[in-house]
């Protein structure tokens, strides 16, 4: 190595002897270490906290963001269509806010908080479940 | 040190190296499975190949990261160096399938753009526990993806050994990224003393053998010369083994002084491949050859034998009695110093 990049490794190495422990220190002190039980299940639990409004029944979990809706669709339904809708505040379906497929965490751009959501056959014209917020 | 480029230029050793990377590789994701399976069987495909795939990366990340300082601490190492850029293509591989899989898993269904979505998602970027991980894997997969993209002979020749050296020293930066999105990420939702421990363990290991190196190369650049009527006084012939060098610092850089067939010949330390120490290779053939790649340079000019084109630069030895003495200012890269005889 030239004396350039001797000094550039030293730089480096010395910065990253600061901020790498002191990231692993700051991350780690809140967490109950020695108490928490283990989270099999966490990855299908979405991919982030700090939701605003979260509601929760055996076939899905919704999570109100600032600007977007997350849904786990826990398992695949077995309806044909399953459209998701905003509802209204008579408990109604209103505007359409996308469409789920196979079992997994779906993100969906909102504008507004929803009061809740409505899922909807809308070929045999049955409502599949709903949530409140 | 080739004129055209070729794909992959394969050996015999690169070939058994690689086989070993591959089996490596999948004996891991194996083994990584089966344990799953028996301990977590509610887990589901698509999170197992994320975290096999995840801590495949890092495991191969940390040992990609302790070849160099090995390396330069023990001999014996060399040839992983000399192999190291297929185990850095092969972590990104794994690095990719992780990131890959994870992008598909939260951020893929919807219709939020996938990129977007990994971005604007959690937008608690002022808060360090519940920070965006994410992004910090994506920034780091995105490193790894311009040194993999970069690691051929081809880049280097064009990119130009420094600003590619620089280039991929990014690595320790996509290293803290990788740390921080480990320990922000995963330890937060699934805390494990073990897990953490060892990461920290990594580290310190990295952190201890690239320090351990650099105080030992700190020990050549501090070593004083005596300065007689504008040469500097660096050692005896005796201290020289037969087609060998000893390494001095000259002007903050770095000279090797080459002993063979009762002459010594003294070059830039630097090779122009990646930066490795000449000073450490032996002479082969009549040429000075570099321990990490065998790029050769004939040590009379500095130059690579023909039809190879790279030189480096050449300076003018005496000898007074045993002791040897250096001229310090550096001829042109390539020019004919005729050798000092003894």
């Not at chain 1, 309806?79 to 505040?89: A, G, K, L």
């Not at chain 2, 000399?82 to 219709?111: E, K």
């Not at chain 2, 997969?141 to 970069?150: D, K, N, P, R």
């Amino acid at each position: 190595m030239t004396s350039g990049l001797r000094k550039a490794h030293k730089y480096i190495w010395l910065l990253l002897l600061i901020i790498v422990p002191l990231i692993m220190i700051l991350s780690v002190k809140d967490l109950e270490i020695f108490s928490s039980e283990s989270d099999t299940t966490s990855q299908s639990n979405g991919s982030k906290k700090g939701s605003l409004k979260t509601s929760e029944n055996e076939l899905i979990k919704a999570s109100v963001f600032e600007s977007h809706l997350e849904i786990i669709l826990k398992a695949t339904l077995k309806t044909s269509s399953s459209v998701v809708y905003e509802m209204d505040t008579k408990g109604n379906k209103s505007t359409i806010i996308g469409q789920l497929t196979a079992a997994g965490i779906y993100n969906f751009n909102i504008n507004n908080l929803p009061k809740g959501i409505i899922i909807y056959d809308d070929l045999k014209q049955v409502e599949i479940t709903k949530l409140k917020f | 040190m080739g004129l055209d480029y070729k794909l992959v230029l394969w050996n015999a050793h690169k070939k058994t190296y690689d086989k070993i990377i591959v089996v490596s590789m999948l004996l891991y994701i194996i083994m990584f499975a089966a344990i799953t399976f028996v301990f977590n069987s509610e887990t589901s495909i698509e999170t197992l190949v994320i975290r096999a795939f995840g801590s495949l990366a890092i495991i191969m990340l940390h040992i990609i990261l302790v070849i160099g300082p090995l390396a330069r601490l023990n001999t014996n190492f060399l040839p992983i160096l000399y192999n190291r850029r297929h185990l850095g293509v092969s972590m990104f591989i794994a690095a990719l399938i992780h990131g890959g899989f994870s992008m598909f898993q939260f951020h893929a269904l919807g219709d939020v753009n996938p990129v977007y979505s990994l971005f604007t998602s959690n937008m608690d970027y002022g808060s360090l526990t519940n920070f965006p991980f994410q992004v910090l894997g994506f920034f780091a997969l995105l490193i790894l993806f311009l040194m993999a993209s970069t690691s051929h002979d081809f880049f280097l020749g064009n990119l130009s050994a420094k600003v590619w050296k620089r280039l991929h020293m990014m690595v320790y930066f996509g290293y803290a990224l990788i740390i921080a999105h480990v320990f922000l990420g995963a330890f937060q939702q699934e805390t494990s003393l073990f897990t953490i421990g060892i990461m920290v363990l990594g580290f310190i290991v990295v952190a201890s053998l690239h320090l351990i190196t650099g105080f030992k190369e700190r020990k050549i650049d501090t070593t004083k010369t005596k300065e007689k009527e504008g040469w500097l006084e660096v050692c005896n012939i005796s201290e020289i083994e037969e087609d060998r060098a000893k390494i001095f610092t000259v002007e903050n850089e770095r000279v090797a002084i080459f002993k063979h067939n009762g002459k010594l010949s003294a070059i830039h330390n630097v090779c122009k491949h990646q930066g490795g120490p000449l000073g450490e290779g032996k002479i082969i053939d009549g040429c000075i050859t570099c321990p990490w790649h065998g790029y050769q340079y004939l040590p009379s000019n500095g130059q690579s034998p023909p039809p190879f084109t790279e030189k480096v630069a050449t300076y003018e030895l005496k000898l007074d009695g045993e002791t040897v003495f250096i001229n310090p200012k550096a001829f042109e890269e390539g020019t004919e110093v005729k050798p000092c005889k003894f």
